[in-house]
Structures are given as structure tokens and as C-alpha cells.
């Protein structure tokens, strides 16, 4: 199976000679969740997870940056740049890398989770930490873009969002040609919520889709500029993916809540970790601490009886456990000890009887 533009051909604005640059993204799994909708107590309920965390660099990024390298790469750019809290840089890395551009790379220091600094390292970027949070980093991005042969590959790139639509595609192609009633997300910068809501509509105008979904999107409490209506200078959660303070896509986010009913809230830090935890423990599956926000928002929204009963809900699993090895460890529950190579030894700190 060839990438998201290959698969979805007639949704983007492309001629038969565009030269995709693609890592066969997309055609990630839409896994349900029974443990999860049983917790939610209510009677009917079927969940099913987005999981993004299987796309070539482990995270959603790479559905829009196979788009937006693509055209940088027609346009002739010689360099991408992009701000990014670690998903964005490690797929405009891979993505810069398979086109040969070369791949900016500018990071809040000391903020991006180990997993995705290693993949920029890697792939061969050039990476400037600045001491200041995403939000600056972005701003500093709006201007090096203006220099000759740079393209900003950030979701104020349009085609990044183009991109990124056909998560939604894929949602109303495994559930047998039927939008979800409530889509559940993380929400940062913003860009993949808008994404959604345009590709649902998009796929909706085509006729592929009856209906849409209600919008649920979630921000760290620590960051949540769009809940509290207005900017956070020093936004904070343990969620780093969506440690954003001036969402770039603010407006595109209301728009997917208005225009569909939904709402934009927030989850604590604990509500994601609890989340986390559960997704690993209960599904098996492992996703990094930001994407866990879905799932923490459905079960916010549900105890605030938000969501009717006998309804399909998805949420979206962004990122990988394996971007974030250090909240793993923090937060997993499991037991650790050393021991010599002795079965007796073993089984005994084990509880099994030889
Ligand atoms: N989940 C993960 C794992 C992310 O990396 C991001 C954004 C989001 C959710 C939020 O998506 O920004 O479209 O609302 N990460 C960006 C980055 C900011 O630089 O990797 P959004």
C-alpha cells in the first residue's frame, strides 16, 4: 500500500506527474476498546482507537509532511524548517532526509521527549534548542522561513492540514463507510483537529460519509489557551507534545467545535497519566502521554454525561509510548528487581510453585 496522497489521489489538488515524496504513511489501525467503554459506564458505547503511533516516524505528523515536503520539494525549496515540541522535527526529518532537503530543526530546550530527539539526531537535521517554550520557537520559525530556499513544513503550512485530513478518511473507511458520532482528540498547535473536521466535511461533500461527528478536543490544562480564551505565556504539562500556549491553529479549533456541535476542554495532568496508565495496562497499548488526552477526554466527557448512550466514538492515539521512554518508566507499575540466574530464586519472588 503507497502513502496517504497515493490512497486518497482525488481529495488533493495534484496532477498525474506531482512527485510524491512518501514513507507509506497512513493505513493505521482503528483498534477498539472494550476495556475502555466499559469504564466509561455508558450502556452501549463502542470506542475505537486511531492508533498514529504506527505511522513510519510513530506519530500522526507524517500524513501532512509527506504533503508538505512533497511541495517544498516541487517548488524547489532547498531547506524545511519547522518549530516543534519533537513530533513535527522527527518527521520533517524523515520526510527532509527521503526528499534530500535540509531539515531546521528548533526545539524548547529541555522539553522534547528522548524518543524524538533520538529520530531527529538520526535522520540528520540540523538542531537549534532555543531557551524559550514552542510558542517562541514558532515565532522565531515564521522568520527564518523568509529566507531564500526555506519552506516552513509547521501546520501553518496549508498542506500540512491538506495532509492530515486523511485521518478522517481512514476513521470513515474502517467503520465501513460511516462517521464516528463523537471524535475525541489532543489538541496543541490545533492543526489536527482542524484537519479532522475539514476531512470529515470533505468526505461528507463527496458523499462518502451521512453524517458528521461532534468535535471533542482536549488541551493540557496547564496550556489550555483555547478553553480559558487567551494566550498562556508559560504553558506547562507533562504532556509535552501539547505544551503550547498560542495555538497557530486557534481558530480552526472553534471552527470544528462550532460548526459541529462539540466543545474544546481540558484534561489535568493527572487525567492524562490515569489515561495512560490505563490505555498500556487495560488495551495494551501504548501511546505517549499527550494522545493519552483523548481518551482522558472521553472519560471527562462522559462523567459529565456528554455522550449518548448505543454511540461509536473514536479517539485519536497521536504518538508512540516509545517517543517518551522516561514517562514510561515514571509511570508504568511495574515491579523490577535483579536476581541471579536461579529458577528456585525466580520463582519463588515470583509467586509460582515448581
Ligand atoms: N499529540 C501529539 C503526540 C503531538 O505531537 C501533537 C503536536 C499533538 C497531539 C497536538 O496536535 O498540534 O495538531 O493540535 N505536536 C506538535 C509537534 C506541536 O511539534 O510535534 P496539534
Not at 527564518?144 to 470513515?172: D, H, M, W, Y
Request: glycine content about 10%; overall charge neutral; hydrophobic content about 40%.
Amino acid at each position: 500500500m503507497s502513502g496517504v496522497i497515493e490512497r486518497y489521489r482525488s481529495f488533493f489538488d495534484i496532477n498525474a506527474q506531482f512527485p510524491i515524496v512518501t514513507l507509506n504513511e497512513g493505513n493505521t489501525p482503528l483498534i477498539q476498546a472494550p476495556a475502555i467503554a466499559s469504564k466509561t459506564n455508558v450502556p452501549g458505547l463502542q470506542v475505537f482507537l486511531k492508533f498514529e503511533g504506527l505511522n513510519p516516524t510513530g506519530s500522526f505528523k507524517d500524513r501532512g509532511m509527506t504533503y508538505a515536503v512533497s511541495q517544498a520539494k516541487a517548488q524547489g525549496a532547498t531547506h524545511i524548517i519547522c518549530a516543534s515540541t519533537g513530533n513535527t522535527s522527527a518527521s520533517a526529518a524523515a520526510y527532509g532526509a527521503r526528499a534530500q532537503l535540509k531539515t531546521l530543526i528548533i526545539l524548547p530546550e529541555g522539553k522534547v521527549a528522548l524518543g524524538k530527539l533520538s529520530q531527529a539526531i538520526l535522520y540528520g537535521a540540523d538542531i537549534v534548542e532555543i531557551t524559550g517554550n514552542f510558542d517562541q520557537a514558532l515565532d522565531v520559525v515564521r522568520i527564518l522561513g523568509k529566507a531564500q530556499g526555506v519552506a516552513i513544513v509547521n501546520s501553518i503550512n496549508p498542506f500540512r492540514i491538506e495532509g492530515q485530513k486523511t485521518g478522517a478518511f481512514e476513521v470513515c473507511d474502517q467503520l465501513g463507510g460511516k462517521a464516528p458520532d463523537y471524535h475525541f482528540i489532543p489538541v496543541g498547535n490545533a492543526g489536527n483537529i482542524t484537519a479532522y473536521w475539514l476531512g470529515y466535511k470533505a468526505y461528507h461533500a463527496a458523499g462518502r460519509i451521512q453524517s458528521l461527528p461532534k468535535m471533542f478536543g482536549y488541551e493540557a490544562e496547564g496550556s489550555a489557551a483555547i478553553v480559558k480564551g487567551h494566550k498562556i505565556e508559560n504553558p506547562e504539562t507533562l504532556a509535552t507534545a501539547i505544551r503550547i500556549g498560542n495555538p497557530a491553529s486557534w481558530q480552526g479549533a472553534e471552527a470544528a467545535r462550532d460548526e459541529s456541535g462539540g466543545k474544546i476542554d481540558c484534561v489535568t495532568d493527572d487525567e492524562i497519566v490515569a489515561a495512560y496508565q490505563f490505555l498500556a495496562s487495560k488495551e495494551g497499548i501504548f501511546c505517549e502521554p499527550a494522545s493519552a488526552a483523548s481518551v482522558a477526554g472521553l472519560f471527562k466527557a462522559c462523567s459529565q454525561n456528554l455522550v449518548a448512550q448505543n454511540s461509536v466514538v473514536t479517539c485519536v492515539l497521536t504518538g508512540n509510548g516509545l517517543k517518551d521512554p522516561d514517562n514510561a518508566i515514571r509511570f508504568g507499575k511495574s515491579e523490577k528487581i535483579t536476581l541471579p540466574p536461579d529458577p528456585q530464586q525466580i520463582a519463588t519472588h515470583l509467586g509460582l510453585t515448581l
